[in-house]
């Protein structure tokens, strides 16, 4: 499909990092997820992440990571215009809003000429007859110079019922408009009987939502998504297994094997007499099955070879106590949505939950993670008594994460030099333009211990929809005319823990400037000008807990929290929200 706006390809240099779709919603969290489900119905698991934009983040720094923004139906047009700047900027707009009459205050691509606008043609599966979206003759409705007055020509279109959906495509953007809602789950209607079909079946109507997205450049896929898997349970010492099973069954629940959690259960699923499972083990993003000492037949063919990773394993406690699941709702909320769990973990498990593939991954302060096969997904329990050094900073440990894999793979023999840095607070990056992957904390205390479940996302081999860390790995033997080999994930992960160990016990026993002097080897700001409210600051560092520390002109040095601000510190941002 040929477009007037650049397509993406697969460099370095020009692929598209823009992977977020937004749904405007005013807030209306019902609203959106009934329209969440409908996107996700065409677009696949794992391409791009939905969210939800109102005035609450209207200010937030989502431009530039946004493929496109949804408008559904009935929102009001005055809030159109936080659009116009996404839309020059090349940003795509799809409205599903019916309320033509306010066209005006509708964000529209300026500056078109004749050879920039399309006529796009929907065929319906369950009709012979085809639905005609807009023609506009090239040419004839040019102002000035060829210039188009796109308003005065979609105004005059879509007042023919018939011509209901208008797609104009610039140079860099695409505003697409439609009379019909296809994003809804259902439609009444009684309009003419190709019109009907659309609005009150869900197949042609899921077939012309593809069609309208292709439009934008979103990929569109009809595969359903991957079905949650059981998880695996097993150890570096059966011991180890063995020890979780004695304490989960001293566990008072409601029904045997069956620890309950705020936000989800895990049921252990334990063998009848003859090797067999006896119960359904069809797991949900709310209840997960957990089969303990998996044999090598059921482990064989699995995305991840857990067996492999623990023979490269040379930590003393940690990563030693694994669970596995090839398809996994969340690698996080495991944890810490069912604390009993975590407790029944102790510091010696060492334990880790590992996925080939997340259905919900997170990401900081709400954030979805897009999480396909190919990727080094984990959450890592750490157990800290309180009176330790790190306990009493237990921010900087998403810091720590973070390096402990970057140097970890800089570490490598012949790797040293390939750019892998790290993007204060929680991201990892190549160069300074490629985001790899991110490290999200969550902590909870129970008596003198913090327990911390550590997850990191991080991307190795998955060329689609991002840039994998391999993909890096061969643009740098092209540039350097280097050899290096495509990184694996059992023996990276391996390392990366190893790494992890190491710089916990560092932290924990020894002056911070080495770790630091590592870090700041690392990160992307040294010296960085960034404009706090409107004011130049020079970044210094990060203090002892992994704040931002920067200085003003006036000398005046401040430190800033990530949770109450709002950072986008490639482009030199920094917004101070406001406490209550």
């Known amino acids: ?78 809030s159109w215009s936080v659009l116009d700047e996404f839309v020059s900027d090349g940003g ?45 003759p090239g040419g004839e409705d040019s102002g000035q110079d060829g210039v188009i007055d796109g308003r005065k020509v979609l105004a005059e279109a879509i007042l023919d019922k018939e011509s209901s959906v208008a797609v104009v495509i610039s140079v860099e953007a695409v505003t697409i408009m439609s009379y019909i809602d296809l994003i809804s789950s259902h439609v009444e209607s009684s309009d003419t009987k190709v019109l009907a079909s659309l609005k009150s079946d869900v197949l042609p109507r899921r077939h012309a939502l593809r069609k309208l997205l292709s439009e934008a450049d979103i990929g569109c896929s009809e595969d359903p998504p991957p079905s949650l898997s059981l998880c695996y349970l097993l150890a570096s010492d059966k011991n180890l297994v063995d020890h979780f099973l004695k304490r989960a069954s001293a566990l008072q629940s409601s029904s045997k094997d069956l620890i309950i959690g705020r936000e989800n259960r895990v049921q252990i699923v334990r063998r009848d007499n003859h090797g067999g499972i006896p119960v359904d083990t069809t797991p949900t993003h709310d209840h997960y099955y957990i089969l303990p000492h998996p ?72 954030n979805s993670w897009i999480s396909p096969e190919g990727c080094l997904m984990f959450t890592l329990l750490l157990k800290l008594k309180s009176e330790s050094r790190l306990a009493g900073h237990i921010t900087i ?12 793979v800089r570490s490598i023999p012949g790797y040293q030099e390939l750019d892998l840095r790290i993007k204060w607070p929680n991201d990892i990056y190549y160069g300074k333009k490629v985001k790899i992957g991110g490290v999200l904390i969550t902590t909870h205390v129970m008596g003198d211990i913090i327990t911390a479940a550590v997850g990191c996302g991080i991307n190795i081999s998955n060329s689609y929809p991002t840039i994998s860390t391999n993909d890096c790995i ?107």
């Open 92 to 136: 795509c707009v799809i409205s599903f809003n019916s309320k033509w009459n306010q066209l005006n205050g509708f964000p529209y691509p300026a500056g078109l000429t004749a050879n920039c606008l399309r006529s796009v043609r929907l065929c319906l599966d369950t009709s012979s007859e085809p639905f005609n979206v807009l023609t506009i």
């Open 397 to 408: 440990l998403q810091h720590l994460m973070a390096l402990s894999f970057v140097d970890g």
């Open 474 to 580: 061969s643009m740098h033997n092209k540039e350097k005319s280097t050899s290096l080999q495509p990184l694996t994930l059992e023996p990276l992960l391996a390392t990366t823990l190893r790494q992890m160990e190491d710089i916990l016990n560092e932290y924990e026993y020894n002056e911070l400037d080495k770790l630091l002097s590592l870090y700041y080897r690392y990160w992307l700001h040294s010296s960085s000008t960034v404009q706090v409210e409107c004011k130049p600051a020079t970044v210094i560092g990060i203090d002892d807990y992994g704040y931002l520390r920067v200085q003003y002109g006036d000398n005046k040095i401040a430190t800033l929290h990530p949770d109450g601000n709002s950072f986008d510190l490639m482009q030199g941002l920094i917004t101070l929200k406001s406490r209550t």
């Open 1 to 78: 499909m040929h477009h007037c706006r650049a397509l993406v390809t697969n460099s370095l240099e020009t692929k598209d990092a823009r992977l977020n779709v937004m749904i405007m919603t005013e807030g209306c969290e019902r609203q959106f997820h009934q329209f969440k489900q409908q996107l996700e119905l065409c677009v696949g698991a794992n391409q791009y992440t939905i969210y939800s934009l109102s005035s609450a983040n209207y200010t937030s720094p989502w431009q530039g990571s946004c493929r496109a923004v949804i408008i559904p139906p009935d929102v009001q047009a005055n």
């Open 295 to 366: 044999s090598i037949g059921e482990l064989s063919g699995l995305p991840f070879n857990v067996l492999e990773y623990l023979s490269h394993l040379q930590t003393k406690k940690l990563g030693h106590t694994v669970i596995y699941s090839p398809v996994i709702s969340s690698t996080q909320t495991l944890f810490t949505g069912n604390i009993p769990l975590s407790e029944l973990f102790t510091a010696e498990a060492g334990a880790i939950v590992i996925a080939s593939q997340q259905m919900r991954g997170k990401g900081r302060t709400g």
